[in-house]
């Protein structure tokens, strides 16, 4: 079965960026946490609580992939898209269409940063925010 | 013979969560034997106390002794 | 600069409001973090004038592995100290590191001082010195709020702000870093304050490719691994430091009272573990720390009549649970927030402040100083007093608080009451009397505090009191931690961070060391910093130690002030001898 990934424990987040470190680093080869898919704020400033924005993994229909112009993001089995860098013209339709604002840009790249559902970043977290959960394929 | 031991809110991670233990012990114990093998590691070990005064670790315990383990001091 | 041979300094004068950025190849050798920013501080002081002279320099610098291995967060800011007249060196986590990596400067060298209050924006493409006439008086929160409503990048910012005590110079104001996180000790804040530079917002998001992904990540992960198997993380991250009390106050060694007493009768009322029932609401971290130590506290405040309430939160850990809790005879975990959330809204070291008072309540009581002087009844356990005392003190109400605002030593030499001013080089002193260690590390370490050496964490692992011993393994230490602190590591996780680790950290981000270069680059750094007290009049012979030292009690009993003036002399021999040597 496909795996998705599920920020369901945030109240536990102590707001470390490991998370989002690691997945820059793995997915990105970058130091940067900009480059990372997943981004954790808090919302009003550091006395308000930790929240993550991160693709939710759609299933069925995929805002960002209906807006893309060129195909560039296909549906991945389980929910969320897989982008294909070199159909993208980097017109940042996706980034809009998704109402989460999960959809990332990656300004040196002119490309979007997309959700790979890789895992590697709850692996990382050292809190239990983050899961990978099994789903039905809806392909 | 019974001693007592207690175990502060932060070692007793190691005891199962329990406080204050009753243990029999036969022959001449350690109060470091006995804070041992109630389970704290070696390591998490600042001091002991047995009966309030603090003690070495090779102090032979007596009847009804009440140990005290502390977590070492820990900071930057 | 991570991957380059050169340190990236980014040089802002205040009262030209000009920048300047310098590539310094000739830095690389000190690695990063302290390192540099003591080379930097040597280089632009002006010894010839005035510790507050708007042409003295403020240092900040991050270290060679920052953000990019875990608990690798601080970063550091040199200094002529306002407060004890020599080095000023204090630290601070939040996300200040991980956004100067980012925007891409390994230091920052501040000189001159703006005529009208400004702070600066400090970004990868664009610095700017913006009007702060409008936050002048604004209380470290409140600034923190408006300067997080007016400037992009949330997520990857950090704002750094003084308080009303900085902008009124008082000698131990602290600068706040991310709400939570503070360069605490040694009058940073004044600094600032004197500077008329209220806060700084730096955005770091840069593109930065890793270099040899393969080697970089596989030590990261072993650190990683480290750091979340072994139990620092439950030490830290569970009840945190405060967890001292409990052992410190059963062992003798929790500095009450101004340390009449070495035991706290109330001290199970603000132990970790009553905090941790009553109090505490969630944990936090810095950027690139897995551990989470920093642990969030909140009480209920009544602010009218009639069931009107409001919840406050303030972060606490040991050493504030000491200078404003047992150091002040306090006896509940909501009044030591209490006095907690007054010093950080007017942006005070908690540690000089509590102790200060300590001097100051023990003076009133021997009518030293008189109730005219202090406006309010200081008394130990009179929460009330103490809040308006400290208000009194940021705001310097008259002139006795206006002394008061220099520290325990200035106000001592002056109203008397030397033998119970609690401090080492003048600054105040930390939690710990544990012994020898406490006594003599805080009094040598180069920025007199605990953490230079961390000596009493040598009086609790030394089976037996031995001399030698003690000042070698403190001299070793001393060194040791300019080295780390070059990276710059949270101290916490030193234990994780061995030589080992060190080099394959270093040498995955390719940098090519030995063993031998890290004992030399932590010699390098002491001898930079011991020759920079020199040039600011410092004088390791003529400190003097608080007779109460030698009256109460510490944890390793009964302490002897001719042992500890000979303890000084020995460790005196030993840098005389360094400095006598050429550098490796
Ligand atoms: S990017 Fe947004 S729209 Fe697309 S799959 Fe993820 S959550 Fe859904
Ligand atoms: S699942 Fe993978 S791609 Fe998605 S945020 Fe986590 S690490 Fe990044
Ligand atoms: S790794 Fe976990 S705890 Fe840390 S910021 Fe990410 S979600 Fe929060």
New binding site residues.
Partial sequence: MPKVLK?E??N?????????L?CAGVNHRNHSISKSA?K?RTSGGLQGK?V?VVCLACKDERACAEACPSGALEKRPGGGVILKKEKCIGCRKCESACIVGAVHFDEDENKPIICKHCGV?AK???????EMEETANDL | MKVYLEVGSFLKRFTSEQTNLEINISGDKTAAEVVLSAGVPEEEIGFITVNGQKVDSDYVLKENDIIRVYPIIVGG | MIYEKYIRVLYLDLTTKKIRIEHRKDLYSYLGGVGVASKLLEENLKPELDPMDPQQPVIFAIGAASTIFPVVTKTVAMFWSPLTGELGESYAGGRMAMTLFLAGYDAIVITGSSSKPTYITISRNNVEFKDARAFWGLSCDEVGRVVREREPGGGKRSIIRIGPAGENLVSYACVCVDTYRHFGRLGLGAVLGSKKLKAISIVGDRDLPIKNFKDYFKVYQEIYNKVTDTSIMSKYHDAGTPVNIEPLNAAGGLPTKNLRQNVFEHGDKISGETFAHKNLVRKM?CTGC?V?CIHIGQFRREFDKGHEYEAVSVSYDYELLFALGSFLGIKSSDEVLQLIEVVEKLGLDAMSTGVVLGWATEALAKNLITLEQTLVPLAFGNTQAYITAIEYIAYKKNEFYSILAQGAEKASEIYGGKEFAMTFGKNEMPGYHTGYGSVIGPTVGARHSHLCNGGYSIDQSMKEFDKEKLVEKLFKEEKERCMLNSLIICLFARKVYDRETILAALNSIDYNLTNEDLDAIGERIYKTKLRIKKMMGYDGKNVRFPKRLFETPSMSGQLDEKVAYELLDMYNKKVEEMMAKEDA
């Fill in positions: 920020a424990g945030m536990k987040c102590i707001g470390c960026f490991t998370c989002m690691a997943i954790v930790f993550s970043c990382f977290c050292p809190h239990e925010c983050l | 971290a897995p989470g």
